[in-house]
């Protein structure tokens, strides 16, 4: 054999090792591949067609970049969704608002009350209804008091008196005339004359025995008395 045809011997031999290699690189990635759907090399890559595109396998693996958009999408995980969680309420954080205390005004019923007697000295001259000097200071002095109290009078009682000197029809007139007397004085010292009761009892209610010059003294008198009520706040 010249020295042309051994070497056309050994290029077919050559192209012929090549073919086997080439060959047994094909049944090697057939033999490797498992049921999936893409065939790979024997690196472990999937096996791309002269376009780029994944070879297709009867049994090969699943590659997530050969697959469609769709695909990839439903096989990449979700996230985990957020936990959320719901504060409980604290005990004893919430602070019941106090209830407000109303003061309301309450009325406080007072009584004031003289008697304007003769045990101290005369209040009227004798046999008059005429009122003394010492008399009328008794009466301003119980008047303004009745005024700071801040009393509103809803009755004034006006009550003449006297001994049993005398006939009882002349003691009854002049005790009635006494007590005028001394409610005409009290009006004037700012006292609702239209609220009082004004009468006379003579000498039927004696406070005294008659007997004595000091009994009859204490019976020959005016019983004064004013009530009303006066409004104070009170809380409740």
Do not use: W
């Not at 086997?20 to 096996?47: D, P, R």
């Not at 007072?110 to 003769?118: D, G, V």
């Not at 002095?141 to 006297?162: D, L, Q, W």
């Amino acid at each position: 054999m010249d020295i042309k045809n051994r070497q056309l011997s050994k290029s077919i031999i050559a192209s012929t090792a090549i073919v086997f290699s080439l060959g047994m690189g094909v049944v090697g990635s057939i033999a490797s591949a498992h049921e999936g759907g893409y065939a790979s090399g024997g690196n472990g890559n999937v096996l791309r067609d002269g376009n780029g595109n994944c070879v297709r396998a009867t049994y090969g693996n699943a590659y997530p970049e050969c697959e469609p958009a769709v695909a990839r999408a439903q096989s990449i995980s979700k996230p985990p969704e957020p936990v959320i969680v719901v504060p409980k309420p604290v005990v004893g954080a919430v602070v019941e608002p106090k209830p407000v205390v109303i003061t309301k005004p309450k009325p406080v019923y007072i009584t004031k009350t003289l008697s304007l007697n003769e045990a101290a000295g005369a209040n009227f001259g004798f046999d008059k209804d005429n009122l003394s000097n010492k008399a009328q200071a008794q009466l301003a002095t119980f008047a303004n008091e009745v005024k700071r109290s801040n009393i509103e009078p809803s009755s004034v009682s006006v009550v003449g008196h006297t001994d049993s000197t005398g006939p009882k029809n002349y003691n009854q007139t002049l005790s009635e005339k006494r007590a005028n007397s001394v409610a005409s004085y009290l009006a004037g010292q700012g006292i609702d004359r239209a609220k009082m009761q004004v009468s006379g009892r003579g000498e039927s209610q004696p406070v005294a025995s008659n007997k004595s010059r000091t009994g009859r003294a204490e019976n020959r008198r005016v019983d004064i008395r004013v009530s009303g009520q006066r409004t104070i706040s009170v809380k409740q």
